[in-house]
């Protein structure tokens, strides 16, 4: 294989364009096909990048002898069989966000990936980004102490998707961002899942409450919603000794660390009443952050792990675990907000 990675674009709708230009700038990737169903989007491709093979195929892209990966940023539904057909042609994968619409699929694409010796990679753009790795780096050091709580705001007047409701949408970016600094940075594993939701407007959710469980008192929550007045972005992690407030509609300091917190001493041993509760209210800092484009960080990344077999944060077994908690909130908003345990 060249050294520098070939890369087949299938999708070029509103997310595709932004894969081309990253993979087009480098310096390990670059793109040598789009396939594209839409004649205007093949258009709109052609005059972008006059350069760059234009097909309406998918097949024909897989099949391309100078396309030594896949990335496919088409709709959810189509994932599993675009990407098992990359894949069985010998060809490195990218998926989009989310995986796939199942487990049972994202485990065979796994399966599939490790048996060709393929790297299989997910776009979960959120953990390429400065912002969420700075928090990720905080949560380690063990700078925020024991995490209390992980609590998530994703909502605005959001398109409306056909084919599947607003977690589908929008709660994999909070659950990607929940997993990279909980569970891939101090072990702390997700257990269940709980979600309500409602469709105001038609068959599919608008809005839905996730909350997610973990060992002991961790806990945490999602709110997506396409149907608010304001865009709200924002995620709190709260530490026992720090706390950080992520707003990541800030063009200025989006992360915030407050040395904020509660110490509660126990006056009677025998009653969880009798507390003696003090509050801290310090300073609040700013860390710096890196502002490289996440999708760039992203692209390379999936390029060392074609080319070198290096590792990712948002490789197959990630992929696996955030559809894993998709199916169940899914499963657990069509039971009222019963408990699905993961
Ligand atoms: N990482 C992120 O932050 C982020 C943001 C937005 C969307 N996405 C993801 O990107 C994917 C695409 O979303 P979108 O908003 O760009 O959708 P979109 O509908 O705007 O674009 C999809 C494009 O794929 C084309 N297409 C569909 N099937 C095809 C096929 N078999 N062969 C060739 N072309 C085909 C369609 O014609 C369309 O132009 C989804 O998985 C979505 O979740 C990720």
Redesign the pocket.
């Known amino acids: 294989m060249s050294a520098t990675l070939r890369i087949g674009v ?7 364009p932004n894969l081309v230009r990253n993979f087009a700038a480098g310096p390990r990737t670059k793109v040598t096909a789009i ?4 004649a205007h ?1 093949r258009q709109v491709a052609a005059s972008q990048f006059p350069y760059i093979k234009i097909v309406d195929d ?1 097949a024909a892209l897989i099949a391309d002898p100078e396309v030594d990966a896949v990335a496919i ?4 539904f ?2 599993f069989d ?1 990407a098992k057909r990359a894949l069985e042609h010998g060809k490195h994968v990218l998926v ?3 995986l796939t619409r199942a487990v049972a699929e994202a485990e065979e694409l796994t399966k599939l990936a490790a048996a060709k010796k393929l790297a299989l990679m997910v ?1 979960h ?1 959120f953990v390429y980004t400065g912002a969420v790795r700075k928090i990720r780096d905080l949560v380690q050091s063990g700078e925020l102490g024991r995490i209390l709580y992980f609590d998530s705001v994703r909502i605005n007047l959001g398109l409306f998707q056909p084919d599947f409701n607003v977690i589908w ?1 929008l709660a994999p ?1 909070d659950l990607t961002i929940m997993d990279f600094v909980l569970s891939q940075t101090v072990g702390a594993h997700a257990k269940w899942v709980s979600a309500v939701g409602a469709s105001h407007y038609g068959r599919h959710e608008n809005l839905a409450y996730l909350t997610v469980g973990f060992e002991d008192s961790l806990i945490a929550h999602v709110h997506v919603n396409w149907v608010a007045p304001v865009k709200t972005r924002r995620t709190i992690i709260a530490g026992d000794k720090k706390m950080v407030v992520w707003d990541d509609t800030s063009p200025v300091e989006p992360v915030k660390v407050y040395e904020a917190g509660v110490d509660v001493q126990h006056m009677d041993k025998d009653t969880a009443y009798a507390l003696n509760v003090q509050y801290r209210s310090g300073d609040v800092n700013s860390p710096k952050l890196d502002g490289k484009e996440a999708l760039s960080v992203m692209a390379q990344t999936f390029a060392a792990a074609c080319l070198d077999g290096a590792p990712s944060p948002s490789d197959a077994s990630v992929g696996v675990r955030i559809v894993r908690m998709l199916e169940a909130a899914q499963q657990s908003l069509e039971r009222q907000g019963a408990r699905i345990t993961l």
């Open positions: 299938i999708g070029y709708g509103y997310w595709g396939a594209e169903q839409s989007r998918a940023a088409t709709p959810i189509t994932h675009l989009e966000k989310p776009d753009t949408d970016h």
